[in-house]
């Protein structure tokens, strides 16, 4: 599992400290980080999840897509960024992890506006194509199984109408994409990813160093 954040010991404490987070989010961080085996590094953080809602609130979006759900703190922020009528597709596979994001989303009184599709995630999102769902999405976080991220990004452009915009996670990889000596199959694929994308003439791209790193792409 790849480092949260490449800053500087200090630095992201700090950055996280200026975030204006509700006693809910809190909650739920806490919650998350007293998980075993350090499951809790699969959690954004909150500068992350403040920024994703800040993108879908600049943005304008109703309809939002995330591939990669974990415990709920980046559905949950961008849920509460979207108005009362907008639509959040959740898609993943872990019904236990799910179920925490569940309890919070309730609480929020955001249940309404989330539709969790449990499964393979190409699978979920081969479906809301099949429903009629191309070009009908405004925003898109992916942050699911690595290998998984080009399949994921090629459905979700899709599913995006023109200047929607597609946020992919752990793109930096613990710097580790940067290193042309490291091979295994996580990074290779992110690595490959991210020049694609970088050369990909459907969207506008860049890379941010916030977390483990961020790729924003809009669709053209």
């Known amino acids: 599992m790849a ?15 200026l975030v204006t987070e509700s006693d809910l989010q809190r909650r739920l961080r806490v919650e998350t980080q007293a998980l075993p085996d350090n499951q809790a590094r699969m959690q954004v953080g909150p500068d992350q999840a403040a920024l994703l809602a800040l993108f879908a609130r600049l943005i304008g979006a109703r309809r939002a897509i995330e591939v990669g759900t974990f415990t709920g703190m980046s559905s949950l922020a961008v849920a509460l960024a979207l108005p009362e009528d907008g639509r959040l597709v959740c898609c ?18 955001v249940e309404g ?4 599709r449990l499964g ?4 979920s999102l081969d479906a809301l194509l099949a429903e009629g769902g191309a070009g009908r999405y405004d925003f ?7 290998k998984g991220y080009d399949a994921y990004y090629e459905l979700c452009l899709r599913l995006l109408r023109p ?15 940067a290193d ?5 199959p996580d990074t290779d694929a992110l690595r490959a990813l991210n020049a694609k994308i970088a050369a990909d003439a459907r969207v506008e791209a860049c890379l941010l ?6 790729m924003l792409a809009r669709k053209r």
């Open 3 to 17: 480092l949260r954040s490449l800053l500087p010991e200090g630095v992201e404490p700090y950055i996280s400290a």
């Open 92 to 109: 993943d596979v872990s019904e236990e992890w799910t179920g925490i994001a569940r309890r919070y989303w309730r609480e929020a009184g």
């Open 113 to 116: 506006r989330v539709e969790l």
């Open 120 to 123: 393979p995630a190409a699978a």
């Open 140 to 146: 898109a976080f992916i942050d699911a199984d690595k």
């Open 163 to 177: 200047n929607g915009l597609v946020a992919l996670d752990n793109m930096l990889w613990s710097g580790k994409v």
């Open 180 to 184: 042309a000596s490291v091979h295994d």
């Open 209 to 214: 160093s916030v977390g483990d790193g961020v």
